[in-house]
């Protein structure tokens, strides 16, 4: 039976409500009348059910597709500006004792070679990516109960936090390792992590089993229930996301949705983050073997109605996205992406682009200074902000800020702050000359008089030398 407050998987991402969901949109999906109604009400920025959403996702009316982009961009400017936050990920290790059969570092794969980062590579690691301009970082590992324990994530954490080169620095560490337990939880929460995240891959349970044959990940409740733990473990922001070609792509929409609404109902707080990742070939992957790989057109509209959809929570994209199709999710959703990355373990101190230990291909290969510029030619701000978890502005705290739209008043400056120190301190001539114009422009946008005389104040301060100012 459904139910949304339910700790138990089967029941919060009910098989047959999704069923009954997909069903249901079928019959409506040439309802104009009542999908017109539904984007009409989401303009207030207050989100639809999985049920609403899914209905949107199926439409395939032009005009009515055309006007949930335009709602999207809107929710999309209300909610974010034209801010874009910038993170990398940093790959720990590729052991894994599990058995994906889309991902390369399945146990058996005997192709790939193995290799976990020793703390002093970490420093190496952290050092290229602080002098790149990164501040915020998602640590990757593969599940291997004796190469990655625990303790080896935490004592990296640790590393990262304490490395400071230059004027580098990394401030946000968010933590994408496989499900583990309360108390684990708890740890990382006290190690000072940011977003926790994972994800579910699929919702499907019986496809889920199948392509998760072996391992502790092929336990479907226990993955499922991952987040529930988390929060448990007092981690109150915590990322979601399905692998997009996996599964039927409406079915896992309709899953992530409803794990969404199961978070928020249960624990107060929605995901801070949705991510959308597309199966990409790897190693001994190849996408041919999988049938349910989606179009670029589809991906478009799930990032759009996922904005319609659940408007205050963030959205990310990696680097498995090429330049163009990465142009276009930004302005339908998209509030979070990578750049410059490399998912090879060792990669940024090694000079090749493509490195034999990658988790995927990187498709968008530019470096970081290369996309920086890129978002300012198309008119958003890039930024290294990582003031809320600092602040202590998570979890529900964090929504309700979001939901009253006050959220602005501190990611604007903050933005705006954070690129000015990468303009000092990394960019290129050219893209500094860019970065300069767009805060004299931008500045003017902070609304609240005093917060603006403030940020005046500090962007000076940080010409002059100083660091890490935040609202
Ligand atoms: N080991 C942890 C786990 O299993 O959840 C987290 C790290 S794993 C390195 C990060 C994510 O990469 C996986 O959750 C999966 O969605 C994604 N991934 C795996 N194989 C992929 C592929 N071939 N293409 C794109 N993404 C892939």
């Known amino acids: 039976m459904y139910n949304k407050l339910s700790s138990k998987a089967e029941e919060f991402i009910d098989h047959q409500e999704i069923l009954d969901s997909i069903a249901w949109a079928d019959e409506n999906r040439d309802n104009k009348e009542l999908i017109n109604s539904l984007i009409e009400r989401a303009e207030d920025c207050k989100g639809l059910t999985h049920r609403e959403a899914l209905l949107l996702l199926s439409c395939e009316d032009e005009e009515l597709v055309e006007k949930m982009y335009a709602l999207a961009k809107r929710i999309k400017k209300a909610f974010y500006g ?77 590393t990262i936090y304490g490395i400071k080169h230059k004027n580098g620095a990394i401030r946000r560490v968010n933590v994408n390792i496989a499900a583990t337990t309360v108390e684990n939880y708890r740890k990382l929460k006290e190690a000072g992590i940011g977003t926790y995240i994972l994800f579910q891959e699929t919702y499907h349970k019986t496809d889920y089993e199948k392509l998760h044959p072996t391992g502790p990940k092929s336990d479907y409740a226990y993955h499922t229930e991952a987040m529930d733990r988390a929060m448990q473990g007092g981690i109150d922001d915590v990322g979601i996301g399905v692998l997009f070609g996996l599964e039927r792509y409406r079915y896992d929409f309709t899953g992530l949705l409803m794990h969404a609404e199961h978070l928020e109902a249960k624990y107060g707080c929605g995901p801070h983050t949705i991510s959308v990742p597309r199966l990409c070939p790897a190693d001994d992957i190849d996408t041919k073997d999988f049938d349910n790989t989606i179009s670029d057109e589809i991906f478009q509209k799930i990032v759009a109605v996922i904005r319609i959809a659940v408007p205050y929570t963030g959205m990310i994209i990696s680097t498995r996205e090429s330049q163009k199709s990465r142009e276009k999710v930004l302005e339908l959703g998209v509030s979070q992406i990578s750049g410059g990355s490399r998912t090879s373990v060792g990669g940024y101190t090694t000079v090749e682009r493509h490195n034999e230990t990658s988790q995927f291909d990187v498709s968008d290969q530019r470096s970081l200074n290369e996309v920086i510029e890129w978002l300012l030619d198309l008119g958003y701000i890039p930024s290294f902000c990582t003031a809320c978890y600092r602040e202590g502005r998570t979890g529900d705290r964090f929504m309700s800020l979001v939901k009253k739209g006050q959220i602005a008043n501190c990611c604007q400056p903050n933005a705006l702050m954070t690129l000015k120190e990468y303009a000092e301190d990394y960019a290129t001539p050219e893209v500094k000359e860019k970065i300069y114009k767009l805060i004299d422009k931008e500045i003017l946008n902070v609304t609240n008089p005093n917060i603006r005389r403030i940020a005046i104040e500090n962007l000076k301060k940080i010409a002059d030398g100083e660091r890490d100012f935040r609202f």
């Open 82 to 158: 034209n801010r874009i936050v910038m993170f990398a990920p940093l790959y720990l290790s590729n052991y894994c004792v599990n058995g994906c059969v889309y991902c390369p570092y399945h146990g058996k794969n005997r192709t790939i070679p193995r290799k976990k980062l020793s703390q002093e590579e970490i420093i190496k690691e952290v050092t290229a990516l602080q002098d790149m301009g990164h501040k915020r970082l998602a640590l990757e590992a593969g599940e291997h109960p004796t190469m990655n324990p625990i303790e080896y994530i935490l004592e990296s954490i640790k």
